[in-house]
């Protein structure tokens, strides 16, 4: 790079040569390397058959093996559904789903995808939902035009039975999928809600003695959290900090026969899909289920021996057997308490702590988030948005921070979790009691950026197999602070490295960013780097990177450098 520019911090300013310095980035100088293979002009290839997919994707069998870190995808069912049907003219079930759409999966490399909301719910549910102000008034924001007779279908987190919800098609029509999914690679993910159940779940009648019950005297006392259901007074679902979801029942888990049932319940899900998801798993912990939330009130209804075992740690097991390991559990879980539930036998635990530390710009916290055991990591599920958090292209806006934020979580190790719309920049969260969602357009900058980091970036090898180190940057001078905002990744694997930078700030910021874990593989040596995610090629010496690259780069600006020996 050949010009110069001014910087400021802490009141001082300096005038640096960025030719002298290397500089990498600046937002204000030209460069002088050369141009990558990636040219502006490129775009991804359009693919729309699973035929050509398959003539073209030469790592298709290698995907029946899970990646090391792989991907997931989130689809809203009823909402996608809903579209759906408006294109073909008829009312869509699950076999109505495009092979174009899974093509376009495969193409970018998910091995998971998550049909959210697929099990019957019930009409007491849905009447709730379409009569609570606080949701109506929610889903009114998100959708003004509501007709709430019409577009609030009811939450499918109240489920009646693990049955396909008769809207989306006969019984036969959810193997039909996962036998599609799985012929192409991808593994079908599905929900399981072990809290609670719908309010007109037949257990309700047929199996009181399932639920946490209550007496006249708590209901008149707390209304929000109890219903009269027959003949009982029974807790609706609720975690120990907030009143009850009205929509539902608690289940009771130190009662021996209702867990006997709800391991069945699993052992027939396991049946129809890959893998579930399960919401707010934490809650089923005995401290949390038994001491926190419920108390003496978990005592089972019937005068049955309490069970004080961790279900988890007898349904998994159960489970992992009955499908020689084919099945995978992933958590929703908050409290810090994702590495209990890994060693319970999760395979993937939410990672909110990262998600939440990155949308505060907390990187320092960041920085020792990273330093995690790797195993831990790797069962981590780093995500930007889904469909209980604000999207992100308005809760990380503007751009520029949103883009610097994937960047870290998707570069991360563990499980990569996208949300339907997140691609396209949609900045409307839908509520999960919505049947029906705003259209929006595509914001051509993020669908540019994830497109990018998708097919450049999260397919190499390096980073869905390889090995990942995080980097420590070093300060560019005496008293200058900036390089604590800079964070760095290293990806390897056979020889291949990858690595990438990111000022996660809104200022101006310069490092050294040594790579001394690796110094017999660079010294004495010539390398090229090459910005996947820009058009830039640059020539550095092995010494130069062992001691430390110098980086000036602009506010939450990034790079995500190939290297490869010349």
Same mark, same amino acid.
């Given at each position: 790079?050949?010009?110069?520019?001014?910087?400021?911090?802490?009141?001082r300013?300096?005038?640096?040569?960025?030719?002298?310095?290397?500089?990498?980035?600046?937002?204000?100088?030209?460069?002088?390397?050369?141009?990558?293979?990636? =040219?502006?002009?490129?775009?991804?290839?359009?693919?729309?058959?699973?035929?050509?997919?398959?003539?073209?994707?030469?790592?298709?069998?290698?995907?029946?093996?899970?990646?090391?870190?792989?991907?997931?995808?989130?689809i809203?069912?009823?909402?996608?559904?809903?579209e759906?049907?408006?294109?073909i003219?008829?009312?869509?079930?699950?076999?109505?789903?495009?092979?174009?759409?899974?093509? =376009?999966?495969?193409?970018?490399?998910?091995?998971y995808?998550?049909?959210?909301?697929?099990?019957?719910?019930?009409?007491?549910g849905?009447?709730?939902?379409?009569?609570?102000?606080?949701?109506?008034k929610?889903?009114?924001?998100?959708?003004?035009?509501?007709?709430?007779?019409?577009?609030?279908?009811?939450?499918?987190f109240?489920?009646?039975?693990?049955?396909?919800?008769?809207?989306?098609?006969?019984?036969?029509?959810?193997?039909?999928?996962?036998?599609?999914?799985?012929?192409?690679?991808?593994?079908?993910?599905?929900?399981?809600?072990?809290?609670?159940?719908?309010?007109?779940?037949?257990?309700?009648?047929?199996?009181?003695e399932?639920?946490?019950?209550?007496?006249?005297?708590?209901?008149?006392?707390?209304?929000?959290?109890?219903?009269?259901?027959?003949?009982?007074?029974?807790?609706?679902?609720?975690?120990?900090?907030?009143?009850?979801?009205?929509?539902?029942?608690?289940?009771?888990?130190?009662?021996?026969?209702?867990?006997?049932?709800?391991?069945?319940?699993?052992?027939?899900?396991?049946?129809?899909?890959d893998?579930?998801?399960?919401?707010?798993a934490?809650?089923?912990?005995?401290?949390?289920?038994?001491?926190?939330?419920?108390?003496?009130?978990?005592?089972?209804?019937?005068?049955s021996?309490?069970?004080?075992?961790?279900?988890?740690?007898?349904?998994?097991?159960?489970?992992?057997?009955?499908?020689?390991?084919?099945f995978?559990?992933?958590?929703?879980?908050?409290?810090?308490?994702?590495?209990?539930?890994?060693?319970?036998?999760?395979?993937?635990?939410?990672?909110?702590?990262?998600?939440?530390?990155?949308?505060?710009?907390?990187?320092?916290?960041?920085?020792?988030?990273?330093?995690?055991?790797?195993?831990?990591?790797?069962?981590?599920?780093?995500?930007?948005?889904?469909?209980?958090?604000?999207?992100?292209a308005?809760?990380?806006?503007?751009?520029?921070?949103?883009?610097?934020?994937?960047?870290?979580?998707?570069?991360?190790?563990?499980?990569?979790?996208?949300?339907?719309?997140?691609?396209?920049?949609?900045?409307?969260?839908?509520?999960?009691?919505?049947?029906?969602?705003?259209?929006?357009?595509?914001?051509?900058?993020?669908?540019?950026?994830?497109?990018?980091?998708?097919?450049?970036?999260?397919?190499?090898?390096?980073?869905?197999?390889?090995?990942?180190?995080?980097?420590?940057?070093?300060?560019?001078?005496?008293?200058?602070?900036?390089?604590?905002?800079f964070?760095?990744?290293?990806?390897?694997?056979?020889?291949?490295?990858?690595?990438?930078?990111?000022?996660?700030?809104?200022?101006?910021?310069?490092?050294?960013?040594?790579m001394?874990?690796?110094?017999w593989?660079?010294?004495?040596?010539?390398?090229?780097?090459?910005?996947?995610?820009?058009?830039?090629?640059?020539?550095?010496?092995?010494?130069?990177?062992?001691?430390?690259?110098?980086?000036?780069?602009?506010?939450?600006?990034?790079?995500?450098?190939?290297?490869?020996?010349?």
């Amino acid at each position: 790079l050949v010009s110069t520019t001014t910087i400021s911090y802490r009141r001082r300013s300096h005038r640096i040569s960025l030719c002298n310095r290397k500089s990498f980035l600046s937002s204000t100088s030209g460069s002088s390397c050369k141009r990558s293979k990636f =040219d502006k002009s490129e775009t991804t290839p359009h693919v729309t058959s699973l035929k050509e997919i398959s003539e073209t994707n030469t790592h298709l069998d290698q995907r029946n093996m899970t990646a090391k870190n792989p991907a997931l995808y989130q689809i809203n069912t009823r909402a996608y559904l809903g579209e759906l049907s408006k294109k073909i003219g008829k009312p869509a079930t699950l076999d109505d789903v495009p092979d174009s759409l899974i093509a =376009d999966l495969v193409r970018k490399k998910f091995d998971y995808v998550w049909f959210l909301g697929v099990w019957q719910t019930g009409l007491v549910g849905r009447k709730i939902s379409q009569s609570n102000e606080g949701w109506i008034k929610a889903c009114r924001d998100q959708l003004p035009d509501l007709d709430p007779e019409k577009d609030i279908t009811g939450s499918p987190f109240a489920i009646v039975s693990y049955t396909l919800n008769k809207d989306f098609g006969a019984p036969k029509e959810l193997l039909n999928l996962k036998k599609r999914l799985n012929a192409q690679g991808i593994k079908l993910i599905l929900d399981f809600v072990p809290n609670h159940t719908a309010i007109d779940c037949p257990w309700a009648i047929e199996h009181p003695e399932y639920y946490i019950h209550g007496t006249e005297d708590e209901k008149k006392e707390k209304p929000q959290n109890y219903i009269e259901v027959g003949k009982h007074i029974i807790a609706h679902g609720r975690d120990p900090n907030y009143d009850g979801w009205p929509d539902t029942l608690q289940l009771n888990y130190r009662h021996n026969g209702f867990r006997k049932e709800m391991t069945q319940q699993l052992l027939n899900i396991s049946e129809l899909c890959d893998g579930i998801r399960c919401d707010m798993a934490m809650l089923l912990l005995p401290d949390i289920f038994r001491d926190r939330t419920w108390k003496n009130a978990s005592l089972p209804w019937d005068t049955s021996f309490p069970n004080d075992d961790t279900f988890w740690a007898h349904v998994i097991p159960a489970v992992k057997e009955k499908t020689r390991g084919n099945f995978i559990f992933m958590a929703e879980v908050y409290w810090d308490r994702e590495f209990d539930l890994q060693q319970l036998g999760f395979d993937y635990t939410y990672d909110k702590r990262l998600y939440d530390r990155l949308h505060r710009v907390q990187t320092e916290q960041v920085h020792g988030h990273l330093l995690a055991d790797p195993n831990f990591q790797r069962k981590s599920v780093r995500f930007l948005e889904n469909h209980d958090e604000p999207r992100a292209a308005s809760e990380f806006a503007p751009n520029p921070k949103h883009k610097a934020a994937a960047i870290i979580s998707f570069l991360a190790p563990g499980l990569h979790f996208f949300h339907e719309g997140q691609l396209e920049g949609f900045r409307t969260q839908v509520s999960v009691h919505l049947g029906r969602r705003r259209i929006e357009q595509p914001d051509g900058d993020l669908v540019t950026f994830y497109d990018h980091l998708i097919h450049r970036v999260l397919h190499l090898k390096q980073i869905r197999e390889g090995n990942f180190i995080r980097l420590s940057a070093r300060e560019a001078w005496p008293g200058n602070f900036t390089f604590r905002n800079f964070i760095g990744f290293h990806w390897s694997l056979a020889g291949k490295n990858l690595l990438a930078i990111v000022n996660y700030a809104d200022y101006h910021g310069q490092c050294y960013m040594p790579m001394d874990h690796m110094k017999w593989e660079l010294v004495g040596k010539m390398f090229r780097l090459t910005n996947l995610m820009g058009d830039q090629v640059y020539e550095r010496k092995g010494d130069e990177l062992f001691a430390g690259m110098y980086f000036d780069v602009a506010p939450w600006e990034y790079l995500v450098l190939e290297m490869e020996e010349m």
